[in-house]
């Protein structure tokens, strides 16, 4: 699954460390895709760069890659106990980096594109691959969904934001037309949601309204303790207080929403 967005900072890297950090309490084996050469998920995952073995190159190296060799273990798993079976459970990072930044280029040929697909389709260790996107149109979104099932879209209440996500829905039709018959659009996230401003849920209705049942439940509110979760690169499931207790059942609900087959697959 592609977590999505053309604009940038509305929370795409926020709700992929979310649903990992869901799908971890969950034990399903998991493997986060960072394919923003910025690393954000990378940073929030706790990992460091890791020279060659960055997602960067494995794509370059396309068709020998080992994607589950070259990943790496988040210390969020080795914090969250063993599992049912005695084992560590699975949550690996292909690490991202500047490198993968060759890729992102608006005029990327069908070849360049399936490169992220080659890598993946070989792995058998995962069950949920999440691919953080950057923010723009560009090569490595574009390798990202030909490499997915689905989109995830993220999208703040404002109109920026909003307008930002209907332009991203077109290009996702255009893109399934042209590419990938199969891509499914799993859902637009509403994040960052201020109850106490009138503009949010003016324009939180006003996403009800376009997106339909698109827009997904629940909504994610503007959470005070986010960016110290982050910053300590804490998984949310693992973090102490109720603010935190609260989110990780957010994220629960939405990985649980995103998994049941009739609640996905919004066309
Ligand atoms: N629900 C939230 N509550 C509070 N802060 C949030 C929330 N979601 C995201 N943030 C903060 O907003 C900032 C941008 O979020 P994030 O990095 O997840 O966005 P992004 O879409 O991945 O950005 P980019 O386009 O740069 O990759 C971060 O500092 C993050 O901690
Ligand atoms: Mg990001």
Known sequence: MSISSLKGGVGKTSVTLGLASAALA???????VDLDPHADASTGLGVEPNGENDIGH???????????AAAVPSPWAGRSGAAADGQTPVLDVAVGGAFSGIYDRPDL?????????????RQNRYELVLIDCP???????????????????VAEPSLFSVAG???????????????????QTAGVVANRFRESSAEQRFRLEEMRTMFGDALLSPVLPDQANWQQIQGAA??????????????????????????????????
């Open 109 to 121: 040929k069908l070849r360049n594109l399936r490169r992220l697909h080659t890598v993946l389709s």
């Open 165 to 183: 996500t209907e332009r991203t829905l077109r290009a996702l039709e255009l893109f399934r037309k042209e590419f990938v018959q199969g891509l």
């Open 26 to 32: 969950a034990g399903i084996p998991t493997l986060v």
């Open 135 to 153: 923010p723009s149109l560009n090569g490595l979104t574009r390798m990202a969904w030909t490499a997915s099932h689905r989109v995830l879209l």
């Open 58 to 68: 494995l794509l370059k190296n396309a068709r020998r890659a080992d994607i589950a």
């Open 234 to 267: 804490y998984a949310v499931h693992q973090w102490p207080g109720d603010a935190a207790r609260q989110s990780a059942a957010r994220f629960d609900e939405l990985l649980h929403g995103l998994a049941d087959p009739a609640s996905a697959g919004v066309r």
